[in-house]
């Protein structure tokens, strides 16, 4: 059950319903608006349907991990949401009206040369929502509100599904591939009958709500008990706003959280040692139970399935948003290749191969986290390892590396340059965009490609693009020849380029060095 008192107006629907599409998108929440953004930027005509007449509200998960911090960067998109962000502040406990105990939540760790951002930040998920929206809008995107993907078939060539409007008018939508990106009760994941293995992570159910309130600081995670006690109440004030996210936990596992805001403000009365009139607003409220599951298949066809609709976490440790947006950002180039660039479909399974493995692990650290209470966290919750040495896009053609050197499949590390007249210049900046680039580091020679998909930039050596005088760059890749995946993961490293004309050919990356 969800109550929502936010005032905000809806945002204006869209009028008609397009015949067809390249690929349709069921949700619009973080998972399904990374994805059109993704696909905006590509040129590919998307289209996602929202049930809502508005981008959902509430600070929900609010979390944003250093590696979606840099997925945000390549999107345009990460300057407004620091902008709107503020660190985790330290936890405080309370008991019997008075605060007895204060300590870090979020470690701060150090940027890095190679790793830009450091620290999780947090920005209210309704916020983030509406910068990718805007975002979005920018590059053409839409977005259709007060539209529900109702029921749907698919054939050799595409899915062709009804879509059915707030006022109870439907439409046929065609597309070439459909994404759920629906949440964990996605109407799409039931349709096609796939199964979610997992478990309860506990079986008690939990409220969140925004809420206006007088009389705890803005400097404090305020606590009263702790997640492993299952009637905790945690009250987090909002970035750069003036209310809390409340969170409670319930005793009894059949309970069924009131969600009014009399029930709100009773329930903070019962819990803390402040008074109902003190709780002057409840903005918005919702319930759920944590549990930890992952769908068995990720591909169904042409439907796949991404976010929540594939993966449903507990919020413990911050990763279910950031793992979703990756997903998007996995899926989002691959689509991109196989419609724009006569990439082999094959490459879309790649999407399972690669994303299924790593939402499996997650699901592994959030539950853990979950039951053992621990409420500190650190870098190795950051995703930055997150990578596919093992997948089936990684080549790697190198021999004799040390322990912990980059590999194919790894992600691509930052690093300060400059250019040869003494500009600043990050490599993050030259693989910013929807295209693939091709590193070489040192001495290595590369190829004069030329081509819409794919950039080419020397670093150090003859004739260099980019300077590394610090010497970043060939510390985090050492020497060699680097494709990296529009993604932001290394594709193929190797000593020189001579394997370079089958590596593109996988991905429909046409060169006038290839053809």
Known sequence: MELNNVKDAPVAPSD????????????????????????????????????????SPGTRGSGIQPRTQEVYEDFGVLDALRASSTRYPKIGS???????????????????????????????QWRNLEIQYARLTELGGTVAFGAALES??????????????????????????????????????????????????????MLLADVRLDGLDQRHWHMWGG??????????????NDYFQLMAGFADPAAEPDTTPDAVRKLVAERTH?????????????????????????RVGRVFLAGDAAHVHSP????????????????????????????????????????????????DVSTRLHRSGDMRRGSDLHQIGVGYPDGPLATERRTGLADGALRAGDRAPDAPCTTPDGTPRRLF?????????????????LPALHGEMIRTCRVGGPAPDLLDTEGHARQAYGEGVFLVRPDGYVAYAADDASGLPDELARYGVLTAAAR
């Open 16 to 55: 008609v319903l397009p015949e067809s599409v390249d690929v349709l998108i069921a949700g619009a929440g973080p998972t399904g608006l990374a994805l059109a953004l993704d696909l905006a930027r590509r040129g590919v005509r998307a289209l996602a349907l929202e049930r809502q007449d508005r981008l």
């Open 94 to 124: 309370w008991k019997d009206g008075r605060m007895v105990d204060e300590y870090v939540f979020v470690e701060a760790v150090e940027p890095t040369p190679s790793t830009p951002y450091g620290t999780m930040m947090m920005v209210p």
């Open 152 to 205: 749907f078939t698919q054939d050799a060539d595409g899915v062709e599904a009804r879509v059915v409007r707030t006022d109870g008018t439907a439409r046929t939508v065609r597309a070439a591939y459909l994404v759920a990106a629906d949440g964990g009760r996605s109407t799409v994941r039931k349709t096609l009958g796939v199964t979610m293995t997992g478990e309860s992570v506990a079986p008690y159910p």
């Open 227 to 240: 997640f492993t006690a299952t009637d905790f109440v945690a009250l987090l004030p909002a970035p750069l």
């Open 274 to 298: 402040l008074t109902p009139d003190q709780v002057h607003e409840v903005l918005w409220s919702s319930t759920f139970r944590p549990n930890a599951a992952r769908a068995d298949r990720f």
């Open 316 to 363: 413990a440790g911050g990763q279910g948003l950031n793992t979703s947006v990756q997903d998007a950002y996995n899926l989002g180039w691959k689509l991109g290749q196989v419609l724009r660039h006569g990439a082999p479909e094959s490459l879309l399974d790649t999407y399972e191969a690669e994303r299924l493995p790593v939402a499996a692990g997650i699901l």
């Open 429 to 445: 900046e030259v693989l910013q965009g929807p295209h693939f680039t091709l590193l070489g580091i040192g001495d290595a020679e």
